[in-house]
């Protein structure tokens, strides 16, 4: 390889932006063994890297690149520290980030409590005791204000049936309802119907998914789609269509030049759902986006990162 060829790759490899994670192997191979002289022919001929100091004659590091470096280095880091989390632990953790980060981050709280199952959701309020010394229910009421905070307290403290067993009567009558306080929700927000909360809050999925093909019959359209409300937005979708919920964050974690949070998903659905649905969620992104997820995390991702992906990925072949 000539010396603008390893140039070239060194550049890829520190090309933060165009990418999630780092190619630590051009990194070792070709950077670890350059001398002096090359390292500051490489420092000169990336400019979008380093700058001339002409007074002080040095180039220095872009104090912006740097810090988006130490993300990305990170990443994979944080990816295999998460997969070695006993699962329980995992979710308190999230949530509390997703605390720490605010309204933002708290579709995170929406998913992690509606496409858990009741014994999860339970083990994860549990580890929160635990590592914190407080419970999810009694940080979200003190740190979530206006109206998101009913809806969320109601899932996250839930435990709903996890049987077959679905009452159809019951599921056309609570669409119903749901109906009626979407048509209504110019004079009460859906979001404060204690109803509403009630519905999305306690009832099994099954029953859900029945409100859910009974509202489309009545209406028309898909339930989400005449959701204005975020949160509850989130909530159905995670709580009826959980694998189209997950390849949609996927797919906005995936485009670049996206945000460090936003990229985050990409670690947490990957490893969050290798040993549950992953196989599914695979299934489901081609089918939205016509290609596999597979060939999108090996065409963005790179170095360790991109390999520990796709290891997970392939746990559901």
Known sequence: MSHNQEVEAVTNAFSVIEGHGVDE???????GKWDPLEREAFRKKTPKF????HERHF??????????LKHEFVRYKNAIVLWAMHPWERDARLVKDALKKGVNAYGVLVEIACTRSSEELLGARKAYHSLFDHSIEEDVASHVHGTDR????????????????VKDDSAKSEAKTLSHAIKNAQNK????????????ATRSKPHLHAIYQHYKE??????EEDLDDLR???????LCTPQKHFSK???????????KNTKKALTRIIVTRADIDIKKIKAEYQNLYGVSLHQKVEEIAKGNYKDFLLTLIARGA
């Open 50 to 53: 380093f700058s001339e100091d």
């Open 232 to 238: 509850l937005k989130e909530a159905v979708q995670c």
């Open 25 to 31: 192997k051009a990194l070792l191979t070709i950077l």
């Open 150 to 165: 009913k809806l969320l307290v109601a899932l996250l403290s839930a435990y709903r049936y996890e049987g077959p067993k």
């Open 249 to 259: 964050v996927l797919d906005a974690a995936l485009k670049i030049d996206v945000d």
């Open 218 to 223: 009545i209406s028309g359209k898909n339930l």
């Open 59 to 68: 180039q220095r590091w872009d104090d912006h690149h740097v810090r988006l």
């Open 189 to 200: 927000p859906i979001v404060e119907d204690d109803e509403v909360i009630r519905i999305f």
